[in-house]
Each structure stands twice: as C-alpha cells, then as structure tokens.
C-alpha cells in the first residue's frame, strides 16, 4: 500500500479542495520555502477562489500571495508572522477580511480546538516515506524541527505530505506519523535550507549592542534565577545572540548547570548544550543549520511541537517553566505593552510569534533594544499595536539605561544595589527624545486589516490600514 500521488495538482483534487475552504502551511523552511507557493499556484490554475491561508508564518519569499489576493483565490489569512513585502501591501488594503494574527502557542491552541478548522494542511517534509511519516531532520532540505505542523497533522481533515527526500518504508525516526496523513507527493524540491537562516545569527560587533547585552548578563545574574537547573531562551537578533555568549561565560565561570534551554534553537544554544550550561534543548525550530545538525545527531536535544511549546489550550506548556527569555522589540509604551507587528509608520512588518507566549510564561521578561532606530525613539506614550501586554513584560534594557516594570519591587533594589544603571520609562522616554526630537503621530486610517489575537483567544489590539497621499 501507498499513499503516494503524482504531483500536487493531484492531491489537491483528491483532497476535495473547493472555494471557500482553509488550507495551512508551516514555516520551518522559512525564507526557503517553496511548497506554499507551488500549492497556491496549483489552487490558481484550478480556479478555485476564497481561499484562506492559515500559515504558521509568512516570509519574504511568500510575496507571491499578493496576486493571489488580488484575482481573488485568496481572501484570508491566518498568520503569526507576516514579513514586511507582504505586510506592506496587507497594510495598504489588498486583502478582503483583515488578518488574524495568532501567537505561536495560540495558533495550535485554535487548530486542536476547532476555533480554526483546517480543510487541507500541506506539510513541507524534509523526508518521508511512501505512507507518511515525515522527519525534518533528513534530507537535502533539511529544517530540523517540524514543531509548528503538529497541530496541523493531527486536526485538518485531509493531510498532504510534500517531499524531495522519498525514503523506503517505513522511515524510522520520524517525527509525524503516517496515522495522521492522507497523500504523499514527491517533488524535485520543496526549498533551500539556506533560507531557514533567521536575524542575524551572528553576535552583534556594534558597541551599543554589546553594552545592552552586557547589561542583559547583569540583569539576570542579580535576579535570584541564575542558579542549577535555569531555563533560558533567546532570539536570533545580534544583541541577544551576544548576551547569550556572555551568559555562557558566566554559567561556566560559576559552574552553573541550567536545565533547558528553549524555543527557536540557534548554534549559539548548541555550543551552551555543548559545554554543559544545560541539560537539553527543547526544539520548535530549527533557526541555522548547526541547529538542525544538532537536533540530528544529539539525543539531548529535543523536538517538541508548537503545542508543547506555548499552547495555553492543553495542561501545561514548557514557556510555564521558563526563568529567563529575552525579547526583542519594534517599540514600547510607558506602560511597558511592546509592539512587534508594525514599524514607525504603522506598516505590518513582523509578528508576536512566541513573544507573548514567552513573555506570559516566564519569570523574568526582558525587552533588548536600542534607544532609538533612524532617529525614532524605542519609548513611546503608547505603542501603535500590542503585541505583548505590559503586565508580561519584567524589564527593558537599552544603551541609555535599564527601565523595570515598577510591579517588580524586588527586583528593582535588587539591580539597584547591584549598581546598574537603573532609570524611570519616562525618563529613558525623555532623555531619548532630547536626542532625537519628539516624532510625529502615525496617520492611520479607518479599516481594520489586521486583527491581533491575543494567545489565550481574544483580541488583543487592531491594526488598521495605512493611508496613501
């Protein structure tokens, strides 16, 4: 037996596609990714219309979803991250409902609970076999985790497996069993691995970069959390790639034994599993090929799915035990709420991701970023989108001093007496501002096109469009 079909076109058909319907895709190709674009194309030809896109996240790469958009094949999408080309023309009106944008934990929590049906989910695998199993972690296009298509697998009514890796049954090692998939469709490739590649990967060299991280480094040391069996997770960006680095030198130093580390895993997180800062990793993606590579070949390094990961739907979620995660931002109000969708002018460049899951979840939240970009203050009176609530989010740190959220009593005698440079949100606003001038409120229009979500279900804030002049 196998469930193996000639080409897309085919599965499509098979799985009973019709206008109106929801298909799903995942994003551990990233801006490598060429089985979205390959299906959508299949979806045109067959004029098949009203479609709705529920997408883990959509990169650079996707952009041809405009002309999807604009000859009405597509009229939805789902997303929890959305990249600026396509952000940009989202922002200006194309699309016919506005987006709703979900957190990496609230994303699954709507697929298992049926908030979010999926007609057809169409899963990128690195390799499969001819029933179905399916490995990220194989092949020539290899991604590592496969976290954020759990979900999808296990609750769309019909499941499409695509390949460029077809191995003999059955696959061993695999991480979606074939119980959950209808077609398997072989194909030449379904991306670039070079394209899983996320931020910078590399450890910022920038000075101001590398005193906020510093900071960082400090800040945790006089939490009270660093301490045997931490949990840490961190992003992609320079900065934070660099407080990474000084946090292993500081665990070494100390002979410090964390626990996990978590989330998007870089190489960086690999060289800490290496030199026993933690016990494991605990994997919903794959962020550069030394992740995947470790994922691979390390049994202490851990494959988990979106639902484990962040989901508030099931009995627990691993962002629950959680010390420590540092976050990015485009910008943050007085009252701590952090904007990660839209930049400065109110166009859609990005998405929560797993920053509010995180955020939510772990004991200490902390925002890295610099002052001011291009002149425009990081603090604002009020951010033009919540991403994050300011209730989740511990402290900022910036190259002009360390804000924490006054509802952090402790903590804040705790930095202080430690001699960090310890400064009021509105006076880092302020002393900001005297260098970059006060900027100028954002027009915004009068339609929705974005609705943010917020992870456990309701929404959180609106994004409207952009006007032309």
């Known amino acids: 037996m196998s469930k193996l079909v000639n080409s897309i076109r085919e599965a499509i058909q098979l799985a009973g596609l019709k206008d109106g319907m929801t298909v799903s895709f995942h994003h551990h ?11 959508m194309e299949e979806v045109a030809n067959l004029g098949i219309k009203d479609i709705t896109v529920n997408a883990s996240s959509l990169f650079d790469t996707h952009l041809p979803l405009q002309g999807h958009i604009a000859n009405g094949v597509v009229t939805g999408i789902c997303a929890n991250y959305i990249s600026a080309p396509l952000g940009r023309a989202i922002s200006q009106g194309i699309l016919e409902k506005p987006v709703q944008f979900r957190t990496h934990g609230g994303r699954p929590s709507d697929i298992c609970t049926g908030n979010t049906p999926i007609d057809v989910a169409f899963i990128a695998a690195p390799t499969s076999d001819p029933m179905g199993n399916c490995s990220g972690k194989y092949g020539k296009s290899a991604c590592g985790s496969l976290g954020y298509a759990y979900a999808d697998a296990m609750h769309a009514k019909k499941v499409v497996i695509i390949t460029d890796n077809l191995v003999p049954y059955p696959l061993m090692d695999f991480s979606i ?49 660093l ?7 961190t992003g992609a960006g320079g900065a ?11 665990m070494l130093e100390k002979g410090i034994q964390g626990s996990f580390g978590l989330g998007g895993i870089t190489g960086y997180l690999v060289d800490m599993l290496h030199a026993g800062c933690f016990k494991s990793l605990m994997d919903v993606q794959c962020f550069d090929l030394k992740a995947v590579e470790s994922l691979r070949t390390n049994p202490n390094h851990q ?21 420590v995660v540092i976050l990015g931002a485009t910008e943050i109000d007085t009252d701590f709420n952090v904007n990660v969708h839209t930049d400065s002018n109110g166009y859609i460049m990005g998405g929560s991701g797993g920053h509010s899951d995180t955020a939510a979840g772990a004991k200490l939240s902390m925002i890295i970023a610099p002052m001011f970009r291009a002149r425009l203050p990081i603090v604002t009176d009020h951010v033009n989108c919540i991403s994050t609530p300011g209730k989740d989010i511990d402290v900022l740190v910036t190259q002009g001093g360390i804000a924490v959220n006054p509802k952090n009593v402790e903590l804040t005698k705790n930095l202080k007496d430690a001699g960090l440079p310890i400064i009021d949100i509105h006076e880092l606003k302020e002393k900001t501002e005297r260098i970059t001038g006060k900027p100028k409120v954002i027009a915004k229009g009068d339609r ?22």
Do not use: C, W
Request: aromatic share 8%.
């Open 29 to 39: 190709l990233r801006n490598g990714d060429f089985v979205l674009n390959m299906v």
């Open 240 to 250: 934070s790639l660099a407080a990474a680095k000084f946090l292993k030198d500081v």
């Open 177 to 225: 069993p074939e119980i959950y998939v209808d077609y398997v469709v072989n194909v030449d490739a379904i991306g670039n691995p070079k394209g899983i590649v996320s931020g910078t990967t590399q450890i910022t060299r920038d000075p101001v970069g590398l005193v906020m991280a510093q900071h960082a480094v400090k800040v945790i040391e006089n939490s009270g959390l």
């Open 227 to 233: 301490k045997d069996g931490f949990s840490f997770q």
């Open 303 to 323: 494959e988990i799915s979106a639902m484990q990961y962040a989901s508030p739907a099931f009995k627990s979620a691993v962002v629950d035990s959680l010390d």
């Open 448 to 469: 929705v096109v974005a609705e943010v979500i917020s992870r456990n279900g309701g929404i959180l804030d609106k994004i409207y469009n952009v006007p032309s002049f």
